[in-house]
């Protein structure tokens, strides 16, 4: 398994230090592998690191104790290799969708002709046609997670993290946004980390889901949630929810200590 | 059409009423010449070639001072908010220099650099420098993480965000604090040329004054008026389109 794996996080410790307040243990002695094109969720209650871990991966932290590297080479700042996708889009709002998209292209000084092909070829992927003049303000939260979507896939880096993409979107449209994403995970195959507190949805689209502890956050446990087809119906098969039951109860668990420690 | 017509009718009464009011010896006209009498001049003014050689050269220096003020003022803002040191190095001089009123350097910048373009342009720089210095500041201290994260993870290097992230972040209120400087720059430049002066709207206002012109100095007056409020009009519009992006 090392050979195949992309992603290697060794004994991250981390401690997240607000500017004023305490300093608070995020991660302790956290350790994982994913392999080259998996789907790979990070689970747990919120407050539990998920999202810091997935900052160290991007590089927008500097790891304090432990090693991550990618393609065997140590995370030392954010990088183009690593795509991602934010809760809250995290577009440029004075840019419209198709300057969006363009914008990691022009940064990797891709030729004006292929940059503007890609854009167009992304923004059609995730159904924006007709939107490429529009500014974020104008879209609906869908529309701006496509957009988000096809800004990250459109420079193509080989790993995409994502930080609960669809929290911030109405169940009907996560439901629709699972099926996309998982369609173009299949078209265009890339290594996938998402963040999510999202049972289901961590057992809908991943290959293996790590439940987190509560604060500081370890790895609890690794549970394979491979199946063998991914379509809507797979979501109301038993063995589907059966698993989901499983992870349930681990999440539960850790929900209730979560809530312990919080402050009174 | 209308709407405008609607809110600019007060102007026009009141321009009436001044007529008014001096046609019928309410004033003297040497309180208050006649607004036709006004007009006049200002048609003489300015065929005399007196209101648009004073006034290019008046426009060439509030123009210059607030260039410097905008590009220099709004480079500092920006760099106090990304660098800890510059913004040790800055914030306490500029907390001190500004509830200065700045008029009080009209002497000073003419003892420097003299009666000419020079003096003026250094008053209107440093006076509107501190508006758009706070307003960049303010801005750029508000530029969102996520943003600067999202860029960087796109290849910009940390000096690349600055101009894609931090100055767009910046741009709202650094227009506000534009908008400031534009007025003030009215301000600083009609009085240090009413002080010290040989050319420009100020200069000819107090020349027309002494020389008991009072019409023509109206005239200038009502110029300058014009021009501040025009000048502001158009940057509403470049601001309205700066930003149309927001909401």
Known sequence: MNDQAQIVVEGVTHTYRPPRGRPVPALAEVSLEVRRREFFALLGPSGCGKSTLLYLIGGFFATEAGRILVDGEPVAAPGADRGIVFQHFALFPWKTVRANVRYGLERLKIPRAEREARAQAMIDL??????????????????????????????????????????????????????????????????????????????????????????????????????????????????????????????????IKAQGTEAP | MTRVVVRYLPILILALAWEAASRLGLFSSLTLPALGDVAASWLELIRDGDLVSNGLTSMYRGTAGLVLAVVI??????????????????????????????????????????????????????????????????????????????????????????????????????????????????????????IAAQQGFGYLIGYLGDNGSYPGMFAVVLTVAFLGFAADRLFQLLTGWLLRWRE
């Open chain 1, 126 to 255: 995730v159904g924006l046609r007709g939107f490429e003049d529009s500014y974020p303000s104008q879209l609906s939260g869908g529309m701006k997670q496509r957009t988000a979507i096809a800004r990250t896939l459109a420079f193509d880096p080989s790993i995409l993290l994502m930080d609960e993409p669809f929290g911030a979107l109405d169940a009907q449209t996560r439901a629709l946004m699972q099926t996309e994403l998982l369609g173009i995970w299949q078209r265009t195959p890339k290594t996938v980390i998402f963040v999510t507190h999202d049972v289901q949805e961590a057992v809908y689209l991943a290959d293996r889901v790590a439940v987190m502890s509560a604060r500081p956050g370890r790895i609890k446990t690794i549970v394979e949630t491979r199946f063998g087809n991914r379509d809507p119906s797979l979501l109301r098969s038993p063995a589907f929810v059966e698993k989901v039951e499983e992870i349930w109860n681990l999440v539960r668990i850790e929900a």
């Open chain 2, 73 to 194: 003022g709004g480079g500092l803002g920006v760099a106090m908010a990304s660098s800890r040191v510059v913004n040790a190095l800055l914030a306490a001089p500029i907390e001190v220099f500004y509830p200065l009123p700045k008029s009080a350097l009209i002497p000073v910048t003419v003892l420097w650099l003299g009666f000419g373009d020079g003096s003026k342009i250094l008053l209107i720089f440093l006076g509107c420098m501190i508006p758009v210095t706070i307003g960049a500041y303010n801005g750029a201290r508000g530029s969102d993480q996520v943003l600067l994260w999202s860029a960087r993870s796109m290849g910009a290097s940390r000096l690349r965000t600055l101009w894609d992230v931090v100055v767009p972040s910046a741009l709202p209120e650094m227009l506000n604090g534009i908008r400031t400087a534009l007025a003030l720059s009215f301000i600083l430049l009609v009085s240090s040329e009413l």
